[in-house]
């Protein structure tokens, strides 16, 4: 009797463990297949032409849904393509910079899009949808919530010239069981009309 109790105990404990493991790379690969995305979207927003794609400041005519400019193209993977809506500060007209509206830190991942903007402007939320990252359908596929806020903040100065700060927020969202796990970060880097 005492060896069955501790036999079950023993079994108890490893299923907990096994489980509890299970959980843990699940969320780790979905993070890193997120991860891959994510990245991939900032790599061709840094390919993108400077003066004209940089925003675009024109609707592109192959967008069937016409998305407003200022906005930047970018291939989420190889069947959806997405034109995001990004807020833009261009230089001033004397060539001196206009204060930057894109966030010093990184909101909340409960923060909706009203006011995070360094000057208290709103973020445009650029809701990607669901992306599947597999191709398992019904109850057991497993897919990832994608929305991204985009700044483009010119900053002249006199030591540096046409460089412009790139200020990415993404978020994305993904059933971890019953719970909604919700994750939020940013990205920062500049881009010069010279880089190559």
């Given at each position: 009797m005492v060896s069955l109790t501790l036999m079950a105990t023993v079994m108890l404990g490893f299923i907990?463990?096994?489980i509890q493991s299970r959980r843990a790379t699940e969320a780790s690969v979905l993070h890193a297949a997120c991860t891959s995305?994510?990245?991939g979207v900032i790599e061709q927003i840094k390919q993108l032409e400077y003066s004209e794609l940089l925003p675009s400041q024109v609707v592109?005519?192959?967008d069937s849904g016409s998305t407003a400019a200022p906005n930047v193209r970018v291939r989420i993977n190889q069947n959806i393509?997405?034109?995001?809506r990004v807020r833009y500060t261009p230089a001033l007209a004397d060539g001196t910079a206009?204060?930057?509206k894109a966030p010093i830190t990184t909101p909340l991942a409960t923060a909706s899009a009203t006011g995070v903007g360094a000057d208290g402007?709103?973020?445009i939320d650029n809701w990607i949808g669901a992306i599947p990252l597999s191709t398992v359908t019904g109850s057991m596929s497993q897919q990832i919530n994608l929305n991204f806020?985009?700044?483009i903040d010119e900053i002249p100065d006199a030591r540096v010239s046409e460089v412009k700060r790139i200020t990415v927020v993404y978020t994305y969202s993904y059933q971890d069981g019953s719970a909604?796990?919700?994750v939020r970060d940013r990205e920062v880097f500049l881009r010069s009309r010279f880089d190559k």
């Open positions: 907990g463990t096994f995305v994510i990245y592109d005519p192959t393509v997405k034109w995001l206009d204060t930057p402007s709103d973020a806020w985009i700044w909604t796990r919700i």
